[in-house]
């Protein structure tokens, strides 16, 4: 069975850091597209962050420069390490898995197929 | 970056009636290379984490009732429901999967009249 637990959200001053971890189980998330995607209180869903299988990472604009994505293959968890934590990053954070197909046309990135249950991220002073 | 517009972003709807939200992107989400259109359509019930319903812009994910249907081309999109149910609330999103950064709708927050 697919799982994926996130934890390590917490209270932090503006200006302060924090590690997201994302657990995963019944999966390898070194073989898949991995995201982090965020929903402040009350508002939509943002996406803030993927690493690939093979290990290339892009970012939101509005997160490039302070957060940084990476995994584990040896306990096979996902990672965000946030820095410079402003008002604005206040959100449950989400992971979403995305399976990943090489086709004669090239890598497609499938849809977000698993969500973990989210883990609180206030940043406030 | 692509941006995703939704109408209505509230929905009441009764049980047992159809109802319908769009969705439409800045360009166009067909990858002329592959054929595919890269639309997604996620359910965020109360409380809960999103779940996908429908992904490249008609196909059911597993376990989705047949009476979500998901249909549209280029960058005009819809999700229909054929007869509401109770369980169906909670607030529809759609997603372009075509390019990073990846981008959702508003949301559309469908509630029982």
């Known amino acids: 069975e697919v799982q994926m637990v996130e934890s390590g959200g917490d209270l932090v001053q503006p200006g302060g850091s924090l590690r997201l971890s994302c657990a995963a189980s019944?999966?390898?998330?070194?073989?898949?597209?991995m995201s982090w995607v965020r929903q402040a209180p009350g508002k939509g869903l943002e996406w803030v962050s993927v690493?690939?299988?093979?290990?290339?990472?892009k970012y939101a604009d509005s997160v490039k420069g302070r957060f940084t994505i990476s995994r584990d293959k040896s306990n096979n968890t996902l990672y965000l390490q946030m820095n410079s934590l402003r008002d604005e990053d206040t959100a449950v954070y989400y992971c979403?898995?995305?399976?990943?197909?090489?086709?004669?046309?090239?890598?497609?990135?499938?849809?977000?197929?698993?969500w973990g249950r989210g883990t609180l991220v206030t940043v406030s002073s | 970056d692509i941006v995703m517009t939704q109408t209505p972003l509230s929905l009441p709807v009764t049980p047992g009636e159809p109802a319908s939200i769009s969705c439409k992107s800045s360009?166009?989400?067909?990858?002329?290379?592959?054929?595919?259109?890269?639309l997604d359509w996620y359910l965020q019930k109360p409380g809960l984490s999103p779940q996908l319903l429908i992904h490249?812009?008609?196909y059911r994910a597993s376990g989705v009732p047949a009476r979500f249907s998901g249909s549209g081309s280029g960058s005009d999109f819809t999700l229909k429901i054929s007869r509401v149910e109770a369980e169906d609330v909670g607030v529809y999103y759609c997603?372009?999967?075509?390019?990073?950064?990846?981008?959702f709708g508003q949301g559309t927050k469908v509630e029982i009249k």
């Open positions: 690493i690939y299988s093979g290990g290339g990472t």
């Open positions: 979403a898995r995305s399976p990943v197909e090489f086709t004669t046309f090239g890598v497609v990135i499938h849809e977000f197929d698993y």
């Open positions: 360009q166009s989400l067909l990858d002329s290379g592959d054929g595919n259109t890269y």
């Open positions: 490249t812009v008609s």
């Open positions: 019944g999966f390898t998330v070194s073989s898949h597209y």
């Open positions: 997603m372009q999967r075509i390019e990073f950064p990846r981008t």
